[in-house]
């Protein structure tokens, strides 16, 4: 629920975790486009591997799903999960990898749009924008 100043709870929320400062003022990593993430992307959309409508929040992929994921495959395959990469975090650490997009079988649309949404939020405008770019990819299928 919005306040009179349009302020929202979570947004509240959100400013005093950070110490009163915004989100976008606020000192936070950098990232970097994951050329192999957007390329199996595209590669699941074009097989039609995918979700379209899913409680991305309840599936989004957790520690335990990561590291069971990490068990039986490698560091690249799960890599390409990921729209970013963390600049200045070492290669094959989960810490590396950011903006995960799909449940590592499939793409899921919500999970783009929470690539976008979060990008956009903290003005990551590369990811924000390969983000975008799946999303439309994958909308223009549906057409």
């Not at 100043?5 to 936070?28: E, F, I, K, M």
């Not at 600049?87 to 995960?100: I, L, M, P, Q, S």
């Amino acid at each position: 629920m919005a306040s009179r100043s349009g302020c929202t709870l979570p947004g509240l929320v959100r400013w005093l975790n950070t110490g009163g400062v915004s989100g976008q003022d606020a000192s936070v990593a950098s990232y970097s486009v994951n050329p192999h993430g957007v390329a199996w992307a595209r590669r699941l959309i074009d097989a039609g591997q995918y979700v379209l409508d899913s409680g991305w929040g309840q599936l989004q992929p957790r520690a335990s799903a990561q590291n069971a994921f990490l068990k039986s495959h490698s560091w690249p395959e799960y890599a390409r999960w990921h729209l970013g990469l963390t600049d200045g975090a070492r290669d094959e650490t989960k810490a590396r990898y950011a903006f995960v997009c799909g449940d590592f079988r499939r793409l899921h649309r919500m999970g783009l749009i929470a690539c976008q949404y979060r990008a956009a939020e903290w003005r990551h405008k590369d990811i924000e924008l390969a983000a975008h770019d799946l999303l439309q990819r994958l909308d223009a299928r549906q057409s």
